[in-house]
Each structure stands twice: as C-alpha cells, then as structure tokens.
C-alpha cells in the first residue's frame, strides 16, 4: 500500500511558475514509478509527465515538453514536478500516481494508486 499526498498547487498568472511535490508513505517507494496527471473541469484525467522507479527515465506529454520537469528523491519518498512559463490551459486538478513497475508510463490504467490532487489555476 501505497499513500500519496500532493501540495504545492496555488493560482498563479501565466508565465508564473510552481513546484508540486507528492509525499509517498510506506518504506518502499523505490519500487514503483511515479506519474503526474491533471483534470481540468469538463475534461478527462491526462496523462502530464512519468518517472521510472529509480529516476533513470522520465516521460512527458507533449503539451508540457519543455515547461514541465519530473523529478523524484527516493531518500526522501518524494516526487516533485515543477511547472515553468504556466498557461491558462495548464489550469487543473493536479493528481500524483503510482503504480508497482520500473518504467515510466503514460497509462492511467496502470496506476495502482492516487492522490487527492492539488489544485493549480492559472490566471491570463
């Protein structure tokens, strides 16, 4: 069992930046990769960004190429995505995931377990 909480959402105006991070319970971490997916109202959960169990490879959605950047600190049970040049269409419910393999995935189905999610706004 894993327990993820997330914390850093806010409202911020385009252009603005944002670190969210994911605190992970259990003393296993280490051995399932970690995803970032958002929902925005209306919208379906999307995939945003993936990280391998031990950090080696990460994924992003094309949408956030180049803004977004996943990272993870196993010593510390965290995983953290930090949001460059946001835009109003970035606004979301912010969801940490994780699920029991080594490679990162942009599948939802293969999630084993969520956050609450944090909420971001972005503001034009």
């Known amino acids: 069992q894993v327990q993820l909480v997330e914390s850093g959402g806010g409202l911020v105006q385009a252009g603005g930046s944002l670190r969210l991070s994911c605190l992970a319970s259990g003393r296993t971490f280490s051995s399932y990769a970690m995803g970032w997916f958002r929902q925005a109202p209306g919208k379906e959960r999307e995939f945003v960004a993936g990280?391998?169990?031990?950090?080696?490879?990460?994924i992003y959605a094309n949408s956030v190429k180049g803004r977004f950047t996943i990272s993870r600190d196993n010593a510390k049970n965290t995983v953290t995505l930090q949001i460059n040049t946001l835009k109003p269409e970035d606004t979301a419910v912010y969801y940490c995931?994780?699920?029991?393999?080594?490679?990162?995935?942009?599948?939802?189905?293969?999630?084993?377990?969520w956050g609450q999610g944090t909420q971001v706004t972005v503001s034009s």
């Open positions: 990280i391998s169990r031990l950090g080696g490879s990460n």
């Open positions: 995931a994780a699920w029991n393999g080594p490679f990162a995935s942009d599948n939802l189905a293969s999630y084993d377990y």
